[in-house]
């Protein structure tokens, strides 16, 4: 099972050329196998940027999500207890971004890997990642 950063969330479902290599490969195997855990914040975040226009979609946001959840194994995750305390000690010294501190400690808390483009986070120690 992997964890899904926000922006490869989008990015596998609109422009999948912008992953790596070893992204792509995680989402394949993924989808094989458990799947692929999105973090119910990243639908905050998916809402936030279509509702500022700085996403665009042909379809509106609930069919977005539905789309992206239908076409890949998808296992939603909320924020408990653990991953609500946790997140506010993994990345205060490298991340600020309450979004990725929740999608990391989701990540850690599962035992996943995360999959990520974002520097700061692949450069976290705390955090197993792949791109």
Excluded at 5 to 14: Q, R, S
Excluded at 22 to 33: E, M, P, S
Excluded at 82 to 94: M, N, P, R, V, Y
């Amino acid at each position: 099972m992997i964890v899904a950063d926000t922006h490869v969330i989008i990015w596998e479902a609109l422009k999948p050329e912008l992953l790596s290599l070893g992204a792509t490969k995680a989402f394949h195997k993924a989808n094989q196998q458990e799947g692929i855990i999105f973090c119910e914040i990243s639908l905050w975040e998916i809402a936030m940027l279509m509702n500022k226009g700085r996403l665009s979609v042909d379809v509106g946001y609930r069919e977005f999500i539905r789309l992206v959840s239908n076409s890949n194994r998808s296992v939603f995750r909320g924020i408990t207890s653990e991953i609500a305390e946790l997140s506010t000690q993994l990345l205060s010294d490298t991340n600020k971004d309450p979004a990725d501190s929740i999608i990391s400690a989701t990540a850690v808390i599962e035992n996943a890997k995360l999959v990520t483009s974002d520097k700061a986070l692949r450069r976290s120690k705390k955090i197993s990642t792949i791109w």
